[in-house]
Nanobody, 126 residues
Framework: QVQLVESGGGLVQPGGSLRLSCAAS????????MGWFRQAPGKEREFVGT????????YYKDSVKGRFTISRDNAKNTMYLQMNSLKPDDTAVYYC???????????????????WGQGTQVTVSS
């Protein structure tokens, strides 16, 4: 059974940085796509970015392009989300997710992912 565990959330001032980690276990993750989503209070869960686990290509939500970077360490089965120039609007619970054989066209849709972490809170406030 695949398990995902996020870490690295916290409180940061506007303009600051955080790096989230997502440790994956229970599978080989060949042909998998990994993604980051976030959910603010009273809002729907929204796509942040995604990475193809095999070849490392990434795709991001427009509002985070140039500020957020997704990477992965295949040897550690860990995905990262480096968040720079954080804004109050980035405040949310951040979730990592993974699923097998998800095409880029479907990568923004939460229901296409099979496994989810428990989430980590990111709060951007002065």
């Amino acid at each position: 059974q695949v398990q995902l565990v996020e870490s690295g959330g916290g409180l940061v001032q506007p303009g600051g940085s955080l790096r989230l980690s997502c440790a994956a276990s229970g599978g080989s993750f060949v042909n998998y796509r990994m993604g980051w989503f976030r959910q603010a209070p009273g809002k729907e869960r929204e796509f942040v970015g995604t990475i193809n686990w095999d070849i490392g290509t990434t795709y991001y939500k427009d509002s985070v392009k140039g500020r957020f970077t997704i990477s992965r360490d295949n040897a550690k089965n860990t995905m990262y989300l480096q968040m720079n120039s954080l804004k109050p609007d980035d405040t949310a619970v951040y979730y990592c997710a993974c699923g097998r054989l998800i095409m880029v066209g479907g990568a923004t849709i939460p229901r296409n992912y099979d496994y989810w972490g428990q989430g980590t809170q990111v709060t951007v406030s002065s």
